[in-house]
């Protein structure tokens, strides 16, 4: 796994405790509630771990077109992300061949971003308590990490609902994602948890970027929409 993500997903309780005192997550809002309403764009959250970048028309780079990110990490040394709405037909072990089976998993694994497309990294929601060392709090109840070898307790101790993989991520330079935001390519709204587990993830992108009107309450018949195809994009 890439070094920096490796530092950012397995960093120690201290430095942790450093990072959600800094300035950039002070504005990051966690919702656990079953409707997840969006504010108005004179409130919006500044960018910090657990927010969701949402792509406007501007983002130029068509590889990152009606895409939602959710920021892992983010202070002066850059941003790492993953994007949270591009869902594949790919299946985990095609990722990371060693990888042992992930018994009653029957979800996707996303395409996270253009930097290191085969590494997995993954968000679980209400972990069993003990499985993860050291794993960052994204959001609230909802934790990142690139241990795979415990999927297989998260998956039967909360089914594969509670568990998203990530084939990439992406990643932005020192100052580089401010002045992005800058020039309106995106648009930073609160997450929650139940956009980033959104059963819908195909869609999330139109609601959120209407966000004013969105109600985010999800048909569970709906949930396996159109994929696009697992691949590497240009990096930022």
Known sequence: MNAKLTRALQAPVAALRR????????????????LSLALPAAA?????QGALLVATDKVGDPSWSQTVVLILHHDSSGTLGVAINRPTEVQPQEIVPDLAEIPDFDGRVFRGGPVGPTQLVFLVRNPPSGTLRNAPRILENVYASGELEVLPQIVE????????LYAGHAEWAPGQLDREIAE?????????????FSPNPSLLWQRLRNSREELLVDAPSEAHGSAPALHASAAN
Do not use: Y
Not at 157 to 164: E, I, K, Y
């Open 157 to 164: 101790a909360g089914g594969s609902d509670t568990l998203r």
């Open 184 to 196: 309106e390519r995106w648009t930073v709204i609160a997450g929650s948890a139940e956009r980033v």
């Open 44 to 48: 919006q959250p500044r960018v910090g």
């Open 19 to 34: 990072l959600r005192r800094s300035r950039a997550l002070g504005a990051v809002l966690l919702a656990g509630a079953a």
